[in-house]
Nanobody
Framework: QVQLVESGGGLVQAGGSLRLSCAASGNIFSINAMGWYRQAPGKQREFIAAITSGGTTNYADSVKGRFTISRDNAKNTMYLQIYSLKPEDTAVYYC????????????WGQGTQVTVSS
């Protein structure tokens, strides 16, 4: 059993910053890629960023320059630093991880709400 728990969301004013965390725990042999997604009200879940175990990153064009993904492999934790928040960043942010237990399976967290006020 593997759990992913997001934290760090909240209510912030436009222009502010947030740092989201995603901590994986449980029967983990290793973690391959990890990623962040978000889902705004009435919209489909969208990809934000991903990071491999070696630190290679990939971002959606819509967030390049304002979002930074990182991870601490020793802690099985991933982060998302968000700068210059905009009201359109309001969404539930989810993390996922490709975990080897030793079988490979993708797990999702329960999400953390980010609300940006104008």
């Amino acid at each position: 059993q593997v759990q992913l728990v997001e934290s760090g969301g909240g209510l912030v004013q436009a222009g502010g910053s947030l740092r989201l965390s995603c901590a994986a725990s449980g029967n983990i042999f290793s973690i391959n890629a990890m990623g962040w997604y978000r889902q705004a009200p009435g919209k489909q879940r969208e990809f934000i960023a991903a990071i491999t175990s070696g630190g290679t990153t990939n971002y959606a064009d819509s967030v390049k320059g304002r979002f930074t993904i990182s991870r601490d492999n020793a802690k099985n934790t991933m982060y998302l630093q968000i700068y210059s928040l905009k009201p359109e960043d309001t969404a539930v942010y989810y993390c996922n991880a490709a975990v080897i237990t030793p079988r490979l399976y993708t797990y999702w967290g329960q999400g953390t709400q980010v609300t940006v006020s104008s």
